[in-house]
């Protein structure tokens, strides 16, 4: 029975089914977040915990929905950010806050993100998500030059 569990990582019905599942585990962590005391003061909670969600959804997430090593370098160098073995298992690390796992989970990502500590991730994300915002204000619709265009 073992072998049509394994989906390809791309399309399919069964690629929506289990991103839908992924979500809804996102949400319930979110949940939890939500109500738990510790982050009662923090503004826009449920705003910020969406937009994490988001952002935690654009990296290709394992079968677990954790970001593996993988998921992390692909996401980075799609932000034009290579980075070497070394980078990715400190950064890894850091996320974890503690000895370094192989995984990012949901949980640790939202502690970084709402935590107190600048972890380098948690800077490019934050980085990358203000010059998205700033592009869409500023780009209105896309007249972006192609080198084509250029005299």
């Known amino acids: 029975h073992e072998q049509h569990v394994r989906h390809p990582r791309q399309g399919g019905k069964a690629y929506g089914f289990l991103k839908s599942q992924q ?12 109500s738990d005391s510790k982050f009662a003061d923090e503004e826009d909670l449920a705003t910020k915990l969406d937009m994490f969600k988001q952002k935690y959804m654009e990296f290709d997430l394992n079968d677990k929905g954790d970001i593996d090593m993988m998921g992390l370098k692909r996401m980075l160098e799609k932000l034009g950010l290579a980075k070497t073995h070394l980078e990715l298992k400190k950064m890894m690390s850091e996320v974890a806050g503690g000895p370094s796992k192989d995984t990012i989970s949901y949980h640790d990502f939202l502690n970084m993100m709402l935590g107190k500590r600048n972890a380098i991730l948690k800077l490019i994300l934050m980085f990358e998500g203000m010059g998205k915002e700033q592009e869409q204000k500023d780009a209105g619709p896309p007249s972006r030059k192609t080198f084509a265009d250029l005299p």
């Open 23 to 34: 979500e809804e585990k996102l949400n319930s962590i979110n949940e939890a977040f939500l």
